[in-house]
């Protein structure tokens, strides 16, 4: 949910279409719907996923809700789990939780917490997150967002299934996963049932046509996130940074799928051969046209139904 | 006057929909959850009428209260109302974790200092952040209605023990929220609130008591002198 400078929108209506979205996908076939997380960001980017998905839970009555990612070492963990049991119940077994690490500096700070202690944060919370929504009735799945071998190995030492990031390559995947089997296996647990991928995918039946309404939007959303995680240096003009910034959206690019259904369809079976069974598409980047959206959307649908 | 039912126990999904639906059909203008933000986010969805989430304050991040409530609210379109309810020990803690929760809410940027909470933080290791900062997004309503549970009155935790000593007292442009068990008589009520505007919320366990005490308060409540001919309908 994203107000962006180049199409703003109320902040209620991107409350309101996102259960309208939650409510296509269900009808569309879809497993799941997911939400991302980022605080204190002018655009009404959701700070509190649990509380969205307590509200996408209610109005819908199938289709699994998850969050991805939910950045752990800023939350409470008694309160995430305590919020989570009790949705799974009143959900009826429908919550996911996708957690990681964060890295924009400015959250950490409005928390009162820095971000250097993250990882050592995470070590700490995750065992207990992961131990509650283990007793939880239903059961609560917790995947672990990752984007490097490191964190991969803290997930494998859990035995929790990974949620890959959407920029990682075939390449960065597969060194990834050997890292997280070789954690998993000195700690003796058993695989997981499957492991999670993100990726930004869009299905399209006219490129051209979709490409000029995406590409704007691309270029916003990786200009963002590139901000949030390599801010402008001292000294640095603002030329010169968002020259920076450009060249990083070329290199993020190179992982959208962007094609028919068929060629879609055909990419991520790739990734299902590597050994992601659940994929999470990404097809709403800074706010979309609520038309076009939908048509990506309908065209995903095809493909889950 | 107000009518309330609640607190509703976050049991089994099907009750809870069952007593919801039931309090929908009697007439309630809110229901009150025993529950967080995200509980209220969710049975907004499934009845046209206001929520009540119980927020503890004191222990968590009063930004991450403040992010919850506001998303609540957007999610249910402005229907949300909160109980504050203290829950640390200390009421310096409780005070300051209040004054940040309504400071976030009211939309302003935010450079606090106190004795307990520093925001932002603005810790030297921290690289590059702001001196000020500002929930985002904020509830849709201009503000959300929010009571403290006052622990030694007759209130939200203590109504199952209400009596007829219940004093209505208005010390905000809200009306004071007052649980009362499900049983309770109109003219109680009416006697207790006197002159004042009052919310009353009904403690109904069960579909049942909540069509009972619909049928029993929302007509004497919602208009004065209400007729005997329709009390026996």
Known sequence: MQSVPQRPDPHVKLYRDLLDDAALAESLGFDSIWLSEHHFWFDGYCPADLVAAGAVLGHTSRIGVGTAVMLLPMHPVDKVGAEAAMLSRLGEGRLTLGVALGYREPEFDGFGLRRKDRARLMDALLPRLAETCAAAQPVVPVYVGVASAVAAQRAGRLGLPLFADS????????EMLAAY??????????????????????VTDDPDRDWAMLFPELRYMRRQYGSWSSPQATGETATAYRERLDADIDAKLKNLIFGSAGEVGAKLREFEALGFGLIVCRSQFGNLPRAGLRRAIEGLGRLAG | MKLGAGPLALGSPSDLRALAQAAVEASFDCLWLDGPPAAAAMVAQWVPVRVGAVVDIGIHHPLHIAEDIAVADLTCGGRLEVLLRPAHEDPGVVKEHMQVLAAA?????????????????RLADNGQVPQRLALNPRPMQPAVPAWVLDAERASFASARRWSAGMSIGRRSHLPELVLCPARVEASELLEAAGEEPAYFVIAADSPAEARAAGRRLAGPLRMPEFPDWARSV
């Open chain 1, 167 to 174: 920029t990682m390559n075939h390449a960065e995947l597969r």
């Open chain 1, 181 to 202: 089997e070789a954690a998993r296996e000195a700690a003796g647990l058993p695989p997981p049932p499957v492991h999670a991928l993100q990726r930004d995918v869009f």
């Open chain 2, 105 to 121: 809410l009211s939309g302003a940027h935010i450079q606090w200092e106190g004795l307990h909470l520093r925001v932002p933080a």
